[in-house]
């Protein structure tokens, strides 16, 4: 399985500082590209004004009951040393204002690329999603944050888990419809931002309602291609924004 584009990191430090999130160090050196490069301060001026009519809109939606028990059965019984061994694998996840700084970069990405809309009714693929995926073991904390932008056709997620906690296993993710089977999207990279393009086949499945999950997997993936192998230990409800 081939990965997903990156941002590139110029384009991640604009946006980070665009969000006022940098350290008091990290701030200079932004302040100062701006005052040398004009492309950088673009860039810069380009993400505050795209963030600007999020303040207030980015919440978490957490994954209803009813839908957990339908990936549960889906997944069949999850190895109990494999469990916890996921449960050590996600103990250095970050949260808290990464959490929400992580939710507007991928809903900024998605919101930068949308044109003027010009139809009343969009298709039925092209409505604007996110999905806050929360650790299914203890707190609810939100391990990832995705959203899909109709234009580019693909996803955008953020994960806020800590990189080189467990670099014997990856994180895939999945979405599950109303169907209830598992489809896989591709491999996450701890602590990245990846834009994954969706093929039409898959495009049914990104619906308000549709589940996104995550799951630990061997290196390359689950082993079977249509269901994970792993535990599942972050999921979320894709919503409409």
Do not use: C
Not at 215 to 241: F, R, Y
Request: proline share 11%.
């Amino acid at each position: 399985m081939s990965e997903a584009p990156e941002l590139t990191d110029t384009e991640a430090f604009a946006a980070e500082h665009a969000l006022g999130i940098l350290n008091s160090d990290e701030r200079r050196q932004a302040e100062t590209r701006m005052a040398s490069e004009p492309v950088f301060a673009a860039q810069v001026e380009a993400w505050r004004e795209r963030l600007a009519p999020m303040a207030g809109t980015m919440v978490d939606v957490p994954a209803p009951h009813d839908l957990w028990l339908r990936i549960e059965r889906s997944l069949g019984a999850n190895d109990n040393t494999v469990a916890e061994r996921g449960l050590r694998f996600w103990r250095g996840a970050t949260a808290g204002s990464l959490t929400l700084a992580a939710a507007s970069i991928a809903a900024a990405v998605m919101l930068g690329n949308r044109p003027p809309t010009t139809v009343a009714t969009p298709p039925p693929q092209g409505q604007l999603l996110d999905a806050s995926l929360v650790s299914q073991s203890g707190a609810p904390v939100p391990l990832f944050v995705a959203a899909y932008d109709p234009t580019r056709k693909a996803l955008i997620v953020t994960s806020l888990v800590t990189p080189n906690n467990d670099p014997a296993h990856v994180h895939e993710l999945w979405v599950i419809p109303a169907d209830g089977k598992p489809r896989p999207l591709g491999i996450l990279q701890p602590g990245k931002t990846v834009a994954m393009p969706m093929s039409d086949k898959l495009l049914p499945s990104l619906a308000a309602g549709s589940a996104l999950a995550v799951s630990i997997e061997p290196p390359g993936g689950s082993p079977k291609i249509d269901v994970p192998t792993g535990p599942i230990t972050a999921v979320g409800k894709l919503a409409k924004i």
